[in-house]
């Protein structure tokens, strides 16, 4: 399976990964050196609130710490395998909270993601095929943590639709992903 | 990962996993889905294809932000063993601010990490030891080390335990008042010093035996750069 992040920083990542599956703690910290700033980022635009997105990547690097020898290279970027472990920390935080109820500031995630040079990805191309109203669901649900419900009062969208939008886009992300 | 009608009408698992990895699944459906994931390798192999695919637009739509420094020390606390390394000054001074401390206690345990090493199978008729020490790691017995009469000495492991990877252990023998001085490195397995390895003005009761982890080839300035990080004094062995 190929990377999706620029190889030469995920063949990094991955080193410090393998490292840290040998218990060296310098590996960690160089880790956290590398990638907790883009985390802390990640879970800040997730959870809007600095504590707790503090907290939920602290809570990340100790999982990586614990479960780095279960990182499979084979079946991912070490940036992917970081960035899901950080996620479902978040979306704990989330579903315990019933946070996102006050969904009246809608950020204008389009101009939020500026395609950089890291971003020539295969994902990048492949989300530009798709309908501009199913990118920007798909990212409100990934990049904002919001469900179902909040993307369809967000875009004053009928719920089924909001639905029918993702599923329609994970399926041709996925052809587009695998051609 | 067959026909699975539980994911509803006309959706494929790898939609399904597409939508638990976007965050959609929730409470009862998240639970189910993870709980399914567990029994169905293709369904857990296409949540890592979307977790690895859609990664980037996380990692490209938001700034990097600088975490406050606590956040570090947070994590550094909960990963770092019982016991902390301690600085060269603070441990030799504890050491012998307590020397009777550490005889009585140091007899004991000595005794019995002998018992281990010598029944030791393999390990052929050795010389009696003249020392012993034991290297602790807090209250932790890592390795035994036999002094014979003739100088030469043998380093046993009581477990697993190897240096960091791309490090090496370096040995240290360290009396009071005067610098440590290195006395070869420690292998994760049995460790053999030659008789001219640890001076001879060096071998007695009270010296400590340190271990710190440095570059391949050893500390570079020919003292211990990092915290000890597992040590014992020798003892006597009453003979």
Known sequence: MSTTLGTAEDVRLRALLSRCAGRDSAALRSLYDLAAPKLLGIALRLLRNRPQAEDVVQEAFLQIWRNADRFDAARGSAMGWMVAILRYRALDRIEAEKRHTGTDELPDIAAELPVSVEDQSALATCLGTLPEAWQRSIKLAFVDGYSHTEIAELTKTPLGTVKSWILRGLASLKRCLEA | ?239
Do not use: C
């Not at chain 2, 960091?164 to 053999?192: D, H, M």
């Open chain 2, 1 to 239: 990962m067959s026909d699975s009608p539980e994911f509803g009408e006309g959706i494929t698992p790898e939609q399904r996993a597409g939508e638990y990895v976007l965050g959609l699944l929730r409470g009862m459906e998240r639970a189910q889905f993870e709980a399914e994931m567990a029994r169905d390798p293709a369904l857990a192999r296409a949540v890592a294809f979307w977790e690895d695919r859609l990664a980037p637009l996380a990692w490209a739509a938001v700034p990097e932000i600088m975490p406050s420094p606590a956040m570090w020390r947070m994590i550094e606390a909960s990963i770092r063993p019982a016991q902390p390394p301690l600085s060269w000054g603070d441990r030799v001074a504890a050491l012998w601010n307590n020397v009777g401390v550490w005889r009585g206690i140091g007899v004991l345990a000595i005794a019995a990490a002998l018992a281990l090493a010598i029944i030791r199978p393999g390990s052929g008729p050795a010389p009696q030891p003249s020392m012993v020490a034991l290297l602790n790691q807090g209250t932790k017995p890592l390795f035994t080390v036999s002094l014979r009469e003739n100088g030469s000495a043998q380093i046993l492991p009581l477990g697993h335990v190897a240096p960091p990877a791309g490090k090496v252990w370096q040995l240290w023998a360290v009396a009071k008042g005067v610098k440590p001085v290195p006395i070869g490195f420690l292998q994760s397995g049995p460790t053999n010093l030659s008789a001219g390895d640890i001076p001879a003005a060096l071998r007695k009761p009270g010296v400590l035996i340190a271990v710190t982890v440095e570059q391949p080839g050893g500390s570079p300035t020919g003292t211990p750069t990092m915290p000890i990080m597992f040590d014992g004094p020798l003892t006597s062995v009453q003979g």
